[in-house]
């Protein structure tokens, strides 16, 4: 176990607000126009290097004075040229200790010329090498990925999560694609249940349109089973099910879709009516004629998960952001926390819950209001005041009525507040999140795109969308100390290299009163997942509160047959390997 960085404890602690400062400009990210960000170590040394527009590459430096970190691009990435709606991410795919890129490829009946899908051996220098095409990967309309290891045999895998086979000529979507590496690098398709329907109104078990999708462990989270295969939690579009694929017998059949049974797919709402004021409307202007929806377009376009124990029973919950529009009705799902529920039969799938804790709504007041929005595409749980508990971070944009960063911190007692007044947050259009420990201080940072679509020209007028890189506050403000794993799995032993899918259980006390662990916090490593081409840095996070040091700490490596316990590690940054 070697120690990389440690934070110094802090004897006092103040808990106090979230409170972030805009450093784009000083860490030399300014001026720099992008929707799609992506923080991950791509050199090796566990600092978070930054990937503007999924090609442009900056890494992660000390200052020659050493008075803190700086972005500075690399000049030449080998990174392939990229379309609309194509996605990178980077992982280690081959398990040699250097990222690699993967390409993956929207092709739509308008695409000159075609490229393939594809990953790109990482260099270890924020640079990228030989072409492997992934021809198992066939040219659909992809729009998602997620990235980890499905099966448990050490090698990470593939979802490809992709949209309509013709936008705006019908409702038939293209079956997505579990795509499990084998050992000799190659990748082998493995059916799901929808594989064998085609698109059917009356039970819609065919291809879905998929905006988003995260290789997770729900089921049996709770016993931390790493020979379970992982889920796949798949996000839809057009308001159509979640679904949550499970491998309930391995590789001896499709897997099952049990979203229905775990309450993922959608709210209980489905009655598909339009509002009243809308088919008024209709009456006079015919481009708001619509008949109310069939039951399976009654639920949400989903673009966004994140996943974390938020109640602290051990069981993982599950963050879902969705658009919606004062025009759809009621029965257009919203954003939204979903907690597990004890289940009392190990090995099955437990129920979700939504928690009336956290409302997400922002819809207005005035009931005379009807052009409203909730553009919510991307969404996080954190724990940003150090506290030990987890917070919401919500990426809106694509639409004019005040979408932007959204940060509800919470409370003691439970509850959440919406603090995004007093965060330090300004930033409208917002986009991709991805987050990470950028100045090493121990706190969780957030870089975060930004667009303009569908703003009006005024809103628009004298102005550029620009990323913006927000420094967290809480290790300054001395609101607490924290705790930041970095995993190294060991393919020898079944884990892959970077260690997605790990679970990690930390005892603190955060109070600082007393030895040992008054408090359970349960985190996942998922890495790569959700809306697009999402990333965040490969670092499990915790709030320590007042204390300088956790009681034990548990990682449930991926595939591996028994766990690392740590009696004891202090406050700050520490890279684990399995190895040693």
Not at 385 to 393: A, H
Not at 497 to 504: C, N, Q, S, W
């Amino acid at each position: 176990m070697k120690q990389i960085l440690v934070v110094a404890a802090i004897a006092t602690v103040a808990h106090g607000q979230i409170q972030f400062v805009d450093a784009t400009e000083q860490l030399g990210l300014a001026e720099l126009s992008a929707a799609r960000v992506v923080l991950v170590d791509l050199d090796g040394d566990t600092r978070p290097d930054a990937v503007v527009n999924r090609t442009r590459v900056f890494l992660n430096r000390t200052n020659e004075d050493g008075s803190g970190v700086q972005f500075v691009e690399v000049d030449e990435t080998g990174l392939p040229e990229v379309n609309a709606g194509d996605c990178v991410v980077f992982a280690d795919l081959d398990n040699d200790g250097l990222r690699d890129a993967i390409v993956t490829r929207n092709v739509t009946d308008k695409t000159d010329p075609v490229l393939p899908t594809a990953w790109y051996a990482g260099l270890g220098d924020g640079t990228f090498g030989q072409e492997h095409i992934i021809v198992e990967a066939a040219p659909k309309t992809t729009a998602c990925v997620a990235v980890g290891d499905v099966d448990g045999d050490g090698l990470l895998d593939l979802y490809l999560g992709n949209w309509y086979t013709k936008y705006g000529a019908g409702l038939e979507a293209f079956y997505n694609d579990l795509l499990l590496q084998q050992t000799d690098g190659s990748f082998t398709r493995w059916a799901t249940q929808e594989d064998q329907y085609e698109f059917s109104a009356e039970h819609d078990r065919g291809g879905r349109p998929t905006y988003g999708a995260m290789i997770v462990r729900l089921v049996d989270s709770v016993h931390h089973d790493p020979h379970h295969f992982a889920q796949i939690l798949e996000l839809s579009y057009g308001r159509r099910a979640n679904r949550l694929w499970w491998a309930d017998r391995g590789l001896e059949q499709p897997m099952q879709d049990v979203a229905g049974m775990a309450n993922l797919g959608g709210d209980d709402i489905r009655h598909g009516r339009y509002p009243d004021w809308l088919k008024e409307r209709a009456k006079t202007d015919a481009r708001f004629d619509r008949a109310d929806e069939l039951p399976f377009r009654a639920n949400g376009n989903t673009f966004d998960a994140a996943i974390g124990d938020v109640d602290g029973d051990g069981r993982f919950d599950v963050l879902l952001s969705t658009i919606a529009h004062g025009w759809a009705g009621e029965s257009s799902d919203r954003s939204r926390l979903m907690v597990q529920n004890v289940m009392p039969d190990p090995g099955r799938v437990a129920p979700f819950s939504q928690l009336i804790a956290l409302n997400l709504d922002r819809i207005p007041s005035d009931p005379s209001i009807h052009s409203w929005n909730q553009g919510d595409l991307f969404c996080e749980l954190a724990d940003f005041d150090l506290d030990g508990r987890l917070d919401v971070l919500l990426s809106s944009g694509d639409y004019p009525d005040d979408q932007r960063l959204r940060v509800w911190r919470h409370l003691e007692d439970g509850s959440f507040v919406d603090v995004t007044n007093w965060s330090g947050f300004d930033n409208d259009g917002s986009q991709q999140i991805t987050l990470g420990d950028v100045d090493l201080d121990g706190d969780i940072d957030i870089l975060v795109g930004q667009t303009f679509n569908r703003m009006p020209k005024p809103k628009r007028a004298g102005r550029t969308p620009t990323l913006k890189v927000y420094l967290n506050q809480a290790i300054e403000r001395s609101t607490g100390n924290a705790l930041t794993l970095i995993l190294e799995g060991e393919p020898s032993k079944g884990v892959s290299r970077d260690a997605l899918g790990a679970i990690v259980q930390v005892e603190a006390d955060l109070d600082g009163d007393a030895p040992g662990g008054s408090v359970t916090m349960l985190r996942q490593l998922i890495g790569i997942g959700g809306h697009a081409g999402k990333q965040h840095a490969f670092e499990v996070s915790f709030g320590l509160g007042g204390g300088a040091q956790t009681g034990s700490v548990t990682i449930w490596w991926p595939g591996a047959r028994e766990p690392t316990v740590i009696d004891r590690l202090e406050s700050g940054r520490h890279h684990i390997r399995q190895q040693e």
